[in-house]
């Protein structure tokens, strides 16, 4: 659930005052003592984490903010939460956030007493992640099950477009999560609410707030501050299949909504998509970067000599080409960092700078192309009530052909031209158009393929095998990134199926546009049961947990994209063996999935097929329960051994 509130507005629900921070850099003995009964099994707890967010004046308006954590260790699975990283951004043109007067401790109870100890400064690290994006990195000292730890820090920041956001929700329950901002009268922000119908504890009231005017001469206003608190939020029970959990955890998100100024006047930030749109057009890191891109790419589209060819042709010869004579730098940006003689030259740019240099291309080869701004799955969905730019965060291209539209990408070299990347499958993109909102579907429809050709030997106690995996579209992708064709690595794709390998051959490594075939031949290790031989017809490769395993789930099962995956496999034996169990059969096909597995016997050889659709990409909550229940048939059928015993 999304919720949208002004911070100007003073009408808000209220509830009793929020409880009071406990003293930070001393712990009780009754913080060891006192059971965790609310939550019995988690492996970490957070007893409070508390932030305050304001602004202050140094030659301009910044944002401080201050948060404080504290932290009980359960279990030895829990160890990973003494781990703290401090992300802050710099933009690439002098401004930067910065981060400062970190303090920890760790609590451990030893003997009735409890023994502190300090966080030495040096051992706190920076660590660049992005251009961009930084990070200060530490560990808390002397950590072991029932240790407490706390820390604090303070974050500053000249960006006033976003306020710190804070998340009351994490993957471990939380006691108390409350957070405090104080809004000065120049700026106007709105938030979004999302996992939670209302707060625990709610308050607004005004402040003195002192600021210099344009003579220098001191100004009293009222500032207007905002207390939020939730009291024991559960962890978020994260599964696979989730796009981002930033999707619906618990939390508050901010944006600037309108600047103020002391005569009167306002800036309207809060604006609508075509608006939003006009003003990309116009950013020099974006409409006016596709301009000159498109200007400066006309002599490589007449060097691709297309005179005459069906458009469909054109687009593809066009991404093929970016793809093969332009190198993704790894980054993927909103906007663009370099300009298009540098982009040409280099040939090296971010996702924005290479698909608008594809969409400058295809225009100049007379197709009706332009880009679709979206943000990427590991970004979060867009909240489309909310036009701010701060959503996006890549750019792709779409081309007209006919009524229809394709969707395209120059970064991936190893996916065919009319395919995005699965980290775009993320609801819908908006097409940047003059005048005009539209937005497009960002899902893919065909189905992607997996076939496993699976043949076994058992002949004088040696056991040989071969599996021969076809595939195509995202599921050959995914093989052809993972693994890049490299044998050493490919034969890491069975896991321990085979005892030895003695051949590895593959096809189409380079050729998105086909089939990607991969052929392991080697020895295998049979499990012997007594009198019994127990072999995995699939050789091991199906799928065998279900990795849903919550009861219930508030959110959507993700896959992705639709997907197929077959399995035919053959056991021949020689004559000193004998069949004596073959896995039972099992069909389903209903309008979400059709899964079906086989096994017929017949002189010496068994023949096992399987067969696993899922027919969506995206299953809503209400059909979980079923999802879950088809992965459990999976990984019981599909693992379902066939039992020999040798001849007397």
């Not at 005892?499 to 392991?520: A, F, H, L, M």
Request: a neutral charge; proline letters at 3%; charged letters at 25%.
């Amino acid at each position: 659930m999304k919720k949208l509130i002004a911070f100007t507005s003073l009408v808000c629900f209220w509830f009793s005052s929020l409880c009071q921070d406990p003293e930070f850099g001393n712990v009780s003995l009754e913080l060891f003592s006192k059971k965790n009964e609310k939550f019995p099994d988690a492996e970490a707890i957070v007893l409070f984490d508390r932030g305050v967010t304001a602004f202050y004046e140094d030659g301009g308006y910044n944002i401080r903010f201050t948060r404080t954590k504290r932290i009980k260790i359960l279990k030895k699975s829990g160890y990973e939460w003494a781990n703290v990283s401090i992300p802050y951004y710099t933009d690439g043109y002098g401004k930067t956030e910065r981060v400062y007067n970190i303090q920890a401790y760790s609590y451990n109870l030893e003997d009735g007493k409890i023994i502190k100890t300090k966080l030495d400064p040096a051992d706190v690290f920076k660590e660049k992640v992005t251009d961009l994006w930084s990070q200060l990195k530490f560990a808390f000292p002397k950590v072991k099950e029932g240790t407490i730890v706390e820390f604090q820090y303070i974050h500053e920041t000249p960006f006033l477009t976003n306020l710190p956001d804070w998340e009351f929700q994490s993957r471990i329950p939380t006691l108390s999560s409350e957070y405090e901002v104080a809004i000065i009268p120049f700026y106007d922000y709105v938030f979004i609410a999302q996992g939670m119908s209302r707060f625990g504890k709610s308050k607004n009231f005004q402040r003195k707030f002192t600021t210099l005017g344009s003579s220098h001469s001191q100004i009293e206003l009222k500032e207007n501050v905002f207390q939020y608190g939730m009291y024991n939020v559960p962890a978020f029970e994260s599964e696979d299949f989730i796009t981002s959990i930033d999707d619906y955890i618990m939390k508050i998100d901010f944006q600037l909504s309108q600047v103020n100024s002391l005569n009167g006047s306002t800036q309207q930030i809060l604006t609508t998509y075509p608006k939003l749109i006009d003003d990309l057009l116009k950013y020099q890191s974006y409409g006016k970067f596709l301009k000159q891109v498109t200007k400066q790419s006309g002599a490589m589209v007449q060097g691709l000599n297309l005179g005459g060819q069906a458009p469909v042709e054109k687009i593809k010869k066009i991404t093929d080409f970016v793809k093969k004579e332009f190198t993704w730098n790894g980054y993927q940006l909103r906007f663009t960092r370099q300009n298009a003689k540098s982009l040409l030259t280099t040939k090296s740019g971010n996702t924005t700078e290479i698909n608008l240099l594809l969409v400058g291309m295809l225009r100049n080869a007379g197709i009706e192309a332009f880009p679709v701004f979206l943000s990427t799955r590991d970004h979060g969905k867009i909240k489309r009530d909310y036009p701010f730019e701060q959503f996006f965060n890549y750019t792709i291209g779409y081309a007209k052909v006919g009524q229809a539209g394709v969707l395209l990408d120059a970064t991936e070299d190893l996916l065919p031209f009319d395919r995005i990347p699965t980290r775009c499958f993320n609801d819908q993109g908006l097409i940047i158009k003059d005048n005009d909102e539209q937005w497009v579907d960002l899902s893919h429809s065909v189905i992607s393929n997996e076939i496993n050709n699976i043949t076994i030997k058992l002949e004088d106690e040696n056991a040989t095998g071969s599996l021969l995996r076809i595939t195509t579209d995202y599921k050959a992708f995914h093989l052809r990134k993972k693994y890049k064709d490299n044998q050493s690595s490919l034969a890491q794709l069975l896991g321990t199926s085979f005892d030895e390998i003695t051949s590895i051959k593959t096809r189409n490594y380079d050729n998105p546009d086909k089939q990607y075939i991969v052929g392991i031949d080697g020895t295998l290790e049979l499990e012997d049961v007594g009198e019994q031989i127990l072999v995995q017809p699939f050789i091991g490769i199906a799928q065998n947990t279900n990795l849903l395993t919550a009861k219930k789930r508030n959110y959507p099962v993700d896959m992705v994209y639709r997907s197929n995956t077959e399995y035919n496999s053959t056991l021949t034996i020689d004559d000193t063996y004998k069949v004596t169990v073959v896995p039972e059969a099992y069909s389903l096909n209903n309008d979400l999935a059709e899964i079906k597995f086989s096994a017929t016997t017949k002189d010496n050889t068994v023949t096992c097929k399987g067969k696993i659709t899922f027919k969506k990409d995206i299953y809503q909550p209400g059909e979980y329960s079923r999802i879950k229940y088809y992965f459990d048939q999976i990984v019981k059928y599909f693992n379902s051994p066939i039992v020999l015993e040798k001849v007397q």
